[in-house]
C-alpha cells in the first residue's frame, strides 16, 4: 500500500498526533510518510555526522516527538531508506535530493519539501488538542445532563 498523491499531509496529520511510534513497528507506508516527515525538515548541503545528530535531536523534540526512538537510530533508517546519503566513512551526510528519488518516493517530497514542517505539525497537534478537549467537555455536559 502507498500513500496516494495528495493523500501525504492527511495521512501524515493522522500519525504525527500520536505518541510512541516504533519505526520497526510501522507498516511501510506509515514509515516512509515519517521517514519524509523528518527529510523534508531538514537542511539541504552537506551535514557531518554531529550536525546530522544536532538536526535529529532537535526534530525528535519536534515534529517527530511522535517517535519512540532515538537519533541514532533514526539516522539509520534513514540511511538505510534512502533518505539520506552518506559517504563510506560516515562522515558527511547529504539530504537525498528530489530528482533522485523513486516516483512514489518523489510525490511525498513535492507534497512536503515547501512545507515548514514544524509550524505545520504545531498546527495539527493544537487542533487535535481542541477537538479532543470540545469532546471530552460534551461528553462532561451529557454526563451532567443525565
Not at 519536534?62 to 538505510?80: F, I, K, N, S, Y
Not at 515548514?116 to 477537538?131: F, L, T
Amino acid at each position: 500500500m502507498t500513500v496516494r498523491t495528495g493523500d501525504t499531509l492527511p495521512t501524515l496529520a493522522r500519525l504525527v498526533v500520536k505518541d510512541g511510534l516504533c519505526l520497526g513497528g510501522l507498516p511501510p507506508p506509515q514509515l516512509e510518510l515519517l521517514l519524509a516527515l523528518v527529510w523534508a525538515s531538514m537542511p539541504v548541503g552537506v551535514m557531518s555526522e554531529r550536525e546530522v545528530n544536532d538536526v535529529l535531536i532537535r526534530q525528535l523534540a519536534g515534529p517527530a516527538t511522535c517517535l519512540d526512538t532515538d537519533h541514532v537510530e533514526l539516522r539509520r533508517w534513514l540511511v538505510d531508506a534512502g533518505w539520506l546519503g552518506r559517504d563510506g566513512f560516515g562522515r558527511e551526510y547529504l539530504r537525498t535530493a528530489r530528482p533522485a528519488m523513486l516516483p512514489d518516493r518523489a510525490a511525498m517530497a513535492d507534497e512536503l519539501q515547501h512545507v515548514d514542517m514544524w509550524q505545520w505539525v504545531d498546527g495539527v497537534r493544537h487542533d487535535y488538542q481542541e477537538r479532543r478537549e470540545a469532546r471530552r467537555r460534551a461528553w462532561q455536559l451529557s454526563r451532567e445532563a443525565h
